[in-house]
């Protein structure tokens, strides 16, 4: 597969700006190598197919802003919250809200990991190595 930068990809993406500060979240996950299936969990997250009560969920818990980004079959995922946030008291609280679960299912189908992982099996954390400004 061609991983080369093409245009638009190489001019950037706009962020977000909020009215507090926060913080980030990086995390990494695979796919199953499968064009088809990868195809279809890109379409699960289009606008037209992504979830209303799984968007609800997410900003519900706390949270600011989510990204996906994809290279292949590997997912880059992050995500912008206050700065009091805390993640394991939010995604205990997202895994019970309305279709959460259900979403859980139908996204394992795609995902390179055991059908029965947690998210937080799923998607690795990453540890930041490297920062520009102070």
């Avoid at 993640?87 to 996204?107: F, G, K, N, Y």
Wanted: charge should be negative; glycine fraction near 2%; proline fraction near 3%.
């Amino acid at each position: 597969m061609n991983y080369e930068l093409k245009k638009p990809f190489s001019e950037g993406y706009k962020t977000k700006e909020f009215d507090v500060p926060v913080k980030r979240y990086c995390q990494t996950m695979e796919l199953k190598d499968d064009a088809e299936l990868i195809r279809r969990y890109r379409e699960a997250h289009d606008k037209e197919h992504f979830w209303d009560e799984i968007k609800e969920g997410i900003k519900a818990v706390g949270i600011l802003e989510m990204e996906i980004y994809i290279l292949g079959n590997r997912l880059f995922m992050i995500v912008d919250a206050p700065l009091d946030f805390d993640w394991d008291s939010a995604m205990s609280r997202l895994a019970t809200l309305p279709r959460q679960q259900e979403w859980e299912e139908h996204v394992a189908q795609f995902q390179d990991c055991a059908a029965d992982a947690t998210s937080d099996q799923k998607w690795q954390m990453m540890e930041r190595m490297f920062h520009l400004y102070e």
